[in-house]
T-cell receptor, first 110, second 111 residues
């Protein structure tokens, strides 16, 4: 099984709706990173969370880290077509490399 | 500051051939990591180089190799290509290995 599970695998929402993507690790988290990817392109850094309970926001995207539950959530408020893409979480589990979840494909329709 | 540059952007090869991909990190970054991305497996870590030394390695066969030059530029090589090697190969650089900045990737198709 994957060390880092993301849910849901895909999401289709109407523009203006809120949505949440979850990322759960089977190992202790020392850092959690959120990236966005357009199909066939590189990953764009969104946010980094390092402390339990930490919450960060950028424009309409908020990410939280629950260290005890070994999970993070990414919340998008009032989604727009520009939010469409693949969202990936990357985890630092103290193995000197980032491991990634399989991603959540988000589609936003007008 | 220029971002991470990967070349070529697209590559088509046939089984049995070998391929070399190139990555130029962000200026000042000394760590370069390589990842393979496929629809079925997601992002899989290949290896990381720091100051010309391989610092970490994923679970890939020996056909996958890499190196880093004194200017931090990195190359990865895949020999004896197989159909299953078709993937998006992503390079990422960082100052010390934590927050990664990714290139646009090289899309490799093996026929």
């Amino acid at each position: 099984s994957q060390e880092l599970e993301q849910s849901p695998q895909s999401l289709i929402v109407q523009e203006g709706k809120n949505l949440t993507i979850n990322c759960t690790s089977s190992k202790t988290l020392y850092g959690l990173y959120w990236y966005k990817q357009k199909y066939g392109e590189g990953l764009i850094f969104l946010m980094m969370l390092q402390k339990g309970g930490e919450e960060k926001s950028h424009e309409k995207i908020t990410a939280k880290l629950d260290e005890k539950k070994q999970q993070s959530s990414l919340h998008i408020t009032a989604s727009q077509p520009s939010h469409a893409g693949i969202y990936l979480c990357g985890a630092d589990t103290n193995t000197d490399k980032l491991i990634f979840g399989t991603g959540t494909r988000l589609q936003v329709f007008p | 500051k220029a971002g991470v540059t990967q070349t070529p952007r697209y590559l088509i090869k046939t089984r049995g051939q070998q391929v070399t991909l190139s990555c130029s990190p962000i200026s000042g970054h000394r760590s370069v990591s390589w990842y393979q991305q496929t629809p079925g497996q997601g992002l899989q870590f290949l290896f990381e180089y720091f100051s010309e030394t391989q610092r970490n390695k994923g679970n890939f066969p020996g056909r996958f190799s890499g190196r880093q030059f004194s200017n931090s530029r990195s190359e990865m090589n895949v020999s004896t290509l197989e159909l299953g090697d078709s993937a998006l190969y992503l390079c990422a650089s960082s100052f010390g290995g934590e927050k990664l900045f990714f290139g646009s990737g090289t899309q490799l198709s093996v026929l």
